[in-house]
């Protein structure tokens, strides 16, 4: 077999199962084969994913993780599986029961609708949509609405608080999420993701043309990443789920699988806006040298998106929980601007000539600002020098 076909399997399967389908049934036939490995490869996944956080976590944290069930602990989701299943479906007396039933619905929904527009190898998409970005986004604003959801119906007031907080983070950090994205439609003009990868599938001395290997590229991925590890609420931006002030937000009064669906949705939205991210900057599927291109497409995305969830596991073993106050000043008054910035960046590399003047000019014009705006964030601010006592 060539590696364009092992490359080209999965797509060659799906039309070769086609053939044997009724014209009248083959819509539906596709879709259903297009639709179903998303619905197993990344929840799989995301069973992997956790095992492989909590054992590096614990590793992190000098401990062992979880080592009791199956080979090495890697059993431990089926086993959290089970007793999510077989826990009580606890349900406060004056819960909207409705809304309540939805919400974690509603969330793992959003998540999986995000992945009809991400090509995940070469001619692997759901659906190749003109406006892929702008559906991706507009998909994407209905977790608010699922948290929103939560905490209202829970009729609590920590569930109503930790919504309240979860809904407000998230708006503030979608802007700069869209804006970081803005520079990659400039740059291509288009919002179609299959369009975005192959401008960035090609080579130059066996060095791809990826967009993160430009000032604003790095500068606009830098500030997506940032964006979307609040829009996930992950450390240290897990502020909703804050257990020291209200327990554990806007999920609080759920249980059981309930529980694990909510668990399951903020996995399945990392996921998706990190596959969002490889396919804006990263290239998509496209091999990190002209030289690599033999292996399978499908591969590359996802050892990427491997890479980027370790990274998502050592800032959460790492970074401590920020206050309210510098989640949402870091959002307004250094994230927005430098989105900004940036985008005024990408319109001046488009118009410069090429060479060594574009790189130095767009560089100074974004490092300059990041270092002026942070130290706006100091400001004011009586920063007091931590001293640590060890036990003799």
């Not at 399945?268 to 292996?295: C, E, K, N, Q, Y």
């Amino acid at each position: 077999m060539t590696p364009d076909t092992i490359d080209q399997i999965f797509v060659t399967a799906k039309h070769w199962l086609l053939g044997y389908t009724p014209s009248a049934l083959q819509p539906i036939v596709s879709a259903i084969l297009s639709v179903v490995p998303i619905l197993v490869v990344f929840p799989l996944l995301f069973a992997i994913t956790t095992v492989l956080e909590r054992k590096g976590l614990g590793r992190i944290q000098n401990r062992y993780g979880p080592n009791r069930v199956g080979p090495y602990g890697f059993s431990q989701p089926i086993a959290d599986g089970i007793k999510s299943l077989t826990k009580e479906d606890v349900i406060p007396r004056s819960a909207d029961q409705v809304v309540h039933f939805l919400a974690p619905l509603l969330l793992v929904l959003a998540a999986f609708l995000g992945y009809a527009i991400l090509p995940i190898g070469r001619n692997m998409v759901i659906t190749n949509l003109n406006a892929g970005l702008l559906y991706f986004f507009a998909i994407g604003s209905m977790v608010e609405l699922a948290v929103f959801m939560a905490g209202w119906s829970s009729r609590s007031k920590y569930s109503l608080l930790g919504a309240m907080r979860a809904v407000a983070q998230m708006i503030s950090y979608e802007i700069p999420l869209v804006l970081a994205s803005v520079v990659i439609i400039m740059a291509t003009g288009s919002l179609s993701t299959v369009s975005i990868v192959e401008q960035q599938a090609h080579y130059t001395y066996s060095l791809p043309h990826w967009f993160v290997f430009t000032p604003w590229g790095f500068a606009g991925f830098l500030l997506f990443m940032i964006a979307a590890t609040a829009e996930s609420n992950r450390s240290p931006f897990d502020l909703p789920e804050g257990e020291s002030e209200i327990i554990a937000g806007y999920y609080i009064e759920y249980s059981g699988f309930k529980f694990a669906l909510f668990f399951l949705g903020e996995y399945l939205g990392m996921f998706a806006t990190s596959g969002l991210a490889i396919t804006l900057f990263l290239g998509g599927w496209s091999a990190p040298f002209s030289f690599l291109t033999w292996v399978p497409s499908y591969l590359w995305f996802f050892l990427k998106l491997l890479v980027l969830i370790c990274v998502f596991i050592w800032i959460r073993g790492t970074l401590p929980r920020l206050r309210q106050d510098q989640l949402m000043n870091l959002a307004w008054k250094f994230m927005l601007p430098m989105t900004l910035i940036n985008i005024f960046t990408a319109a001046l590399w488009h118009f410069m000539p090429a060479g060594i003047i574009r790189w130095l000019a767009c560089a100074a014009l974004l490092v300059i600002p990041c270092i002026a705006l942070s130290r706006g964030l100091k400001q004011g601010k009586k920063l007091q020098v931590r001293t640590y006592r060890f036990a003799e």
